[in-house]
């Protein structure tokens, strides 16, 4: 009984997880959730006050998501540049959107405080993340020591997420793979 | 009697310009249009067959306004990556979102060819001026020879589309400024 409840309750999360990265939070009806998890409306709210105490776990996943994945590419082998470069060039679902910044174009999201921290966290944690490494690679000599850390990191977060909006523009993932070679082609002009 | 009619036009196409920005393409209804353009039905109808054809003549004059402000910028004085540099740091209404790029969040304007298709021409037409004009750089030993002028081109116009999301993360537009000012650096080549 107790798996059981653990298992309606971990469906409900990664149901609500995909509604909102497809559909968004509007889009995303608790009805939806229902049908989508196989969890009845009374299982739903036994686990969850509703939509957005749901939303804010979904989120919340999603945000641990993408900072196990960068955390994990950011701490493998290889110089500063060349771990920067296997994270912003790993497979990402390039039109679906980034689950994350995503978020940012819902409205009722950003007007809620509690749903848009995990989102401002997240992206604060990454070009914090991103900044660390580059002050790494200037005092390895490895960077010009002109480079501003904290500026470039954010342009790189930047990169990723404007390379998601232009790849929608253009209705295919490639122009998302050129900003990162542009955007790697103009780190290695700061190698040494 | 031409020139009212020629002036409702043009507050029919202003109005939804405005609304678009605002509330997106499903948000923005006919009654809205004319309430906020105080243009009658029987006017719109008679200007535009409804809100669809509205909305690509609204789309069609922010791609155009996108694309002036643009040339004067490349086309001014100074060094290529002094007119970047004066082109990317223009003051924008950055919490708004870029009236072009905002329409890729838009479903119904993806799905629609005729409205996708000036958004990603403009884009395109945005990266190709940008890879001229570093390939005029590269060409005058202004930049790095190593320098790939349209994956460069790419990842500015990325930094810019980014930077509107993260700004809308953070709620403040400094995380824009800051972005800019990373790519920037990024293009400010080691002394020759």
Redesign the interface.
């Known amino acids: 009984m107790y798996g059981d409840s653990v298992d309606k309750r971990e469906r409900l999360i990664e149901s609500t997880r995909e509604l909102l990265w497809e559909r968004g939070y509007v889009g995303t009806s608790p009805k939806a959730i229902q049908e989508r998890s196989g969890a009845g409306q009374g299982s739903m709210y036994h686990h969850f006050q509703g939509k957005s105490e749901l939303a804010l776990a979904a989120i919340g996943r999603n945000a641990d998501d993408l900072r196990a994945k960068a955390e994990a590419e950011f701490a493998g082998p290889g110089s500063v540049v060349e771990r920067i470069a296997v994270y912003l060039r790993r497979e990402r679902d390039v039109l679906k959107g980034c689950p994350v910044?995503?978020l940012?174009?819902d409205p009722d999201v950003?007007a809620d405080p509690d749903l848009?921290r995990p989102?401002?966290e997240?992206?604060?944690w990454l070009t914090g993340r991103l900044a660390e490494l580059l002050d790494e690679g200037r005092a390895a000599g490895e960077l010009?020591r002109?480079?501003?850390p904290?500026?470039?990191?954010?342009?790189?977060?930047?990169?990723?997420?404007?390379?998601?909006?232009?790849a929608?523009?253009?209705?295919s993932p490639d122009?998302f793979a050129?900003?990162?070679?542009?955007?790697l082609?103009?780190?290695?002009?700061?190698e040494n």
Do not use: N
């Not at 929608?168 to 209705?171: C, L």
């Not at 050129?178 to 955007?183: I, N």
């Not at 082609?185 to 700061?190: D, F, S």
């Open positions: 910044g995503k940012t174009q950003m848009r989102v401002e997240t992206f604060g010009d002109s480079l501003d904290a500026a470039t990191a954010t342009a790189l977060v930047a990169v990723l997420q404007g390379g998601y909006v232009l929608r523009a253009a209705g122009v050129k900003a990162v070679e542009g955007a082609g103009l780190l290695a002009t700061k």
